[in-house]
């Protein structure tokens, strides 16, 4: 794989002013705010979540991507010395407020790079980490997609997806991507009424217009507007006639080409499936965030899951290798795929001893019940694993070759069809696993 792809851990640094973590996602530096303003700082778990959104949108194996295009648009971000700026809850919940001239290090850091809004780790009015699954995703995949658009796009395609003025006015920005914004004006597919207080003409505002149709013209394209926009509706801002390919190809047509032709040969459609994964409702999804290196990143707080907030916790995703750490670590089965050889992940360094745990999602499993107690046993002969097979333990470890099985059809031969269970993960090294290794994410 290009150098182009490689990732960092989340780590801690003091060259950002009050952003104190960072990490490294294809050149482009996310940022979390440190205790300022009167806020907690970013988790580590949820700058791994934000991680992993670019990672979706910017996979390197997803179909219809042109490879050449893609490197071009990330090294836009480098080039452009691009930082995604994360917080906790909103921008005039920080007080004194962040660009008050009162925080130490937040001019020097924003004038040495360029950035377009935050990403914000959602909270309920009372403080708490309750938003539902599908505001979060649109939190993040809004902001991530103002930051590709401003930056990585007009570098793959510098005269189609323009944004810059030759005279410092809006009127003067040409190009396909100010036409289609035009278009879709004029034919009542998008309004930008909503932006007029901040008219004055300028190129600064007319790109502000821009990423925020392109946001709307994405989320429509992808049919994402009704799944995870809260109220289901954009509207007025983008309307609810055009939440189609058809629909926006009839009246907004360069749009529709400019989606089609550009953005979607650099920016993948994210799979819903890890979408829902790691944004449940509560802040209950685990990122998965996987460094180029292997590591996760370090410890996760306000998951809401069963996890241990002093514990690493690594996500399988299907035939990962999931490599513990020193100290206690959470591996967690969250992610519905066919149980098989081929899918299963690898554990590797499983110490019951440091407190390490299986963590497992009902999801995973229509033979699943969150209000039940998991069932386990385990066995070290190939006939005592034939005889648990047949009996209606959830779980059973067959400890000769560290394979651990969900069996999905309780007491019937074998495990269950492909969707019910059958291989879940083998631990590497053949550890010792007892049942209260395991347990539900809550």
């Known amino acids: 794989m290009s150098s182009a792809y490689k990732t960092s851990a989340v780590e801690n640094t003091s060259k950002y002013g009050p952003f104190t973590k960072m990490v490294d996602v294809y050149g482009l530096k996310i940022l979390g705010l440190g205790n300022v303003g009167g806020q907690p700082q970013v988790s580590t778990e949820f700058l791994n979540k934000t991680a992993e959104t670019f990672k979706l949108l910017l996979d390197p194996n997803a179909a219809g991507i042109n490879k050449k295009s893609r490197e071009k648009a990330l090294k836009g971000l480098t080039s452009y010395n691009v930082i995604q700026r994360v917080g906790v809850g909103e921008y005039h919940e920080y007080s004194p407020i962040l660009d008050s001239g009162k925080i130490s290090g937040w001019d020097e850091v924003n004038d040495k790079h360029h950035q377009t809004d935050f990403i914000w780790h959602l909270r309920s009015n009372g403080g708490t980490y309750t938003p539902s699954g599908t505001r979060q995703i649109t939190e993040n995949l809004e902001h991530a997609l103002h930051t590709i658009t401003q930056f990585a796009l007009p570098a793959a395609f510098p005269k189609e997806m323009n944004?810059?003025?030759?005279?410092?006015?809006?009127?003067?920005?040409?190009?396909?991507?100010?036409?289609?914004?035009?278009e879709a004006i004029a034919n009542g597919v998008y309004d930008d009424s909503d932006y007029s207080h901040i008219d004055d003409g300028s190129d600064d505002y007319a790109q502000a217009v821009l990423r925020e149709y392109l946001f709307c013209l994405t989320y429509a394209e992808w049919g994402f507007t009704k799944k995870y926009v809260e109220g289901k509706s954009l509207a007025p801002e983008w309307s609810d006639a055009h939440l189609t390919p058809a629909a926006i190809k009839r009246d907004n047509p360069i749009g529709h080409r400019i989606f089609e032709d550009y953005l979607s040969k650099v920016i993948s459609k994210p799979s819903e499936a890890r979408l829902q994964s790691i944004f449940k409702d509560g802040d209950r999804g685990v990122s998965g965030y996987q460094s180029s290196s292997g590591s996760s990143g370090g410890s996760t707080t306000n998951t809401g899951s069963s996890a241990n907030s002093s514990s690493d916790v690594i996500s399988g995703q299907g035939r990962k290798k999931l490599n513990g750490k020193a100290g206690a670590t959470d591996f967690i089965f969250e992610t519905r795929e066919a149980f098989s050889k081929k899918n299963a992940d690898q554990v590797l360094g499983f110490k019951g001893s440091e407190s390490d745990r299986i963590l497992i999602d009902p999801i995973i499993s229509n033979s699943l019940t969150a209000n039940s107690k998991l069932s386990f046993a385990s066995t070290k002969s190939k006939k005592g694993l034939k005889q648990l097979a047949?009996?209606?333990?959830?779980?059973?470890?067959?400890?000769?070759?560290?394979?651990?099985?969900?069996?999905?059809n309780g007491t019937g031969k074998g495990y269950g069809d492909s969707d019910e269970g059958g291989l879940l993960a083998i631990l590497k090294g053949k550890p010792s696993l007892k049942a209260t290794d395991i347990a539900f994410v809550d």
């Open 163 to 182: 944004i810059s003025s030759k005279n410092g006015k809006a009127s003067g920005i040409s190009g396909d991507l100010y036409k289609a914004l035009r």
């Open 390 to 408: 047949l009996k209606d333990y959830d779980l059973i470890y067959f400890e000769k070759k560290g394979q651990l099985f969900l069996n999905g």
